[in-house]
């Protein structure tokens, strides 16, 4: 289970970058790992807490806050002028108002809903505010975590890892968001300045921000919880039940380097169960050809259940 749990932490972390198009760094890998671990101190939601979880999840040093957002910010779909603006956020004096209102939610009512139904009203809620010009979309992914945590749901250093099952169902996450962000964007009108210059006019009642229907992204946070815990980490736990299994087996039989057979046991059980001939290539020189034979052929009988 502990390797298990491992695992879901680093691909928990590669996989909430991923669905932001980013490949972390090592150093951003390791620093969000930490900020998934320390979830579990139960420290209630601040400004100065998602300040510094914000501070942690950008590198560029530009982009780090100090408070929430003064300034209007938007996202952008990639096409040219106002046609390019997909959403915009509350304007920064509602943001603030209301991001008060949702960090009060995570603290205290959060434990009197049902977990996941909270953690789902907290991580949409937030990035639905864009209370940052940054990072708000890793930090909302990370306060499903948080919540639950905080609602003393995970415990034991536990995670659900919902963005590994968020990234295999990306166009039904964005369905989500769209739910949404589509139809608020149509209480704003946008004009193109210059070059990235853009004005906003808000033409919409705070309402809008204010009392959102949280169902469709509720729904599909628990559909994403389901699949973490049912199929995430239930094909992981398979994984390593079959690595274990096959180690010994051949540990049993030969006599091979203990680093090679990791890496071939690990290449097999990714390739279906076969040792491609780039791999039998690789290591012709140090593991004999009738150890490649004994590994499918022991791969194959844990696929057929024997």
Known sequence: MDRAINWAYLHETRDSFAIEKEEPSEEKSRRFVQLLRQAHQGRALSEEYLVELQN???SNPFDKATLFRHEQNHLHNGLRGAAGVSYVPPVPDLCRELMEELMSFSNQSAR????????????????????????NG???RFLIH???????????????????????EESNYLEALKGFSKPARDFWNVTWLDAD?????????????????ATQSAE????????ALEVELREETEFLEAYDHLVKAV???????GSDLSKLVMMCLDNGGKVSKHR????????????FEFIEQRASELAAGD
Not at 220 to 227: D, I, Y
Request: proline content about 4%; overall charge positive.
């Open 112 to 135: 009197h809903v049902d977990p996941l139904v909270a953690a789902a009203v907290v991580a949409f809620g937030f990035v639905f505010l864009h209370p940052f010009m940054d990072g």
């Open 280 to 291: 039998r290539k690789q290591f012709q020189y140090s593991v004999p050809e009738a150890v």
């Open 220 to 227: 599909f946070t628990l559909r994403m919880a389901r699949r």
């Open 146 to 168: 948080q919540t639950l945590c905080h609602a003393e749901a995970l415990q034991n250093g536990l995670l659900l890892p919902v963005s590994v099952a968020m990234k295999h």
């Open 138 to 140: 890793r930090l909302s």
């Open 56 to 58: 942690s999840t950008v």
């Open 251 to 257: 540990n049993e039989r030969f006599d091979v380097r």
């Open 197 to 213: 210059q853009m004005a906003f006019e808000f033409v919409g009642h705070s309402s809008i921000y204010r009392f959102w229907d």
